[in-house]
């Protein structure tokens, strides 16, 4: 029995808008302070806790860096703790 592509892409859709759906409940909605950040410390997607703790509109936070955001005494530290955090695990 052969599928058909066009209703694969449509569920395939489906299911990345559901997923799209449940992460921005997710950061909105959860009370701890959640943010994904890019390879060059760029946030992506910061959790409205997060963004009312900073005084910052979450969206406004989207593609800005601490240094962007902060002091620079401030984001110093942030980087130094953010770089500690995202290596990988020793083995």
Same mark, same amino acid.
């Given at each position: 029995?052969?599928? +058909?592509?066009?209703?694969?892409?449509?569920?395939? !859709?489906?299911? @990345?808008?559901?997923?799209?759906?449940?992460?921005?409940?997710?950061? @909105?909605?959860?009370?701890?302070?959640?943010?994904?950040?890019?390879?060059?410390?760029?946030?992506?997607?910061?959790?409205?806790?997060?963004?009312?703790? =900073?005084?910052?509109? &979450?969206?406004?936070?989207?593609?800005?860096?601490?240094? =962007?955001?902060?002091?620079?005494?401030?984001?110093?530290?942030? &980087?130094?703790? +953010?770089? !500690?955090?995202?290596?990988?695990?020793?083995?």
């Amino acid at each position: 029995m052969k599928t +058909n592509p066009s209703k694969k892409r449509r569920g395939a !859709a489906k299911k @990345e808008t559901r997923d799209q759906f449940l992460l921005r409940t997710l950061m @909105e909605n959860i009370p701890v302070h959640v943010y994904f950040k890019d390879r060059d410390s760029r946030f992506i997607a910061v959790s409205e806790s997060k963004a009312r703790r =900073d005084g910052i509109d &979450s969206a406004a936070m989207a593609g800005k860096t601490d240094f =962007d955001l902060f002091s620079d005494k401030h984001a110093a530290r942030r &980087s130094r703790t +953010n770089s !500690a955090s995202s290596r990988p695990a020793s083995r």
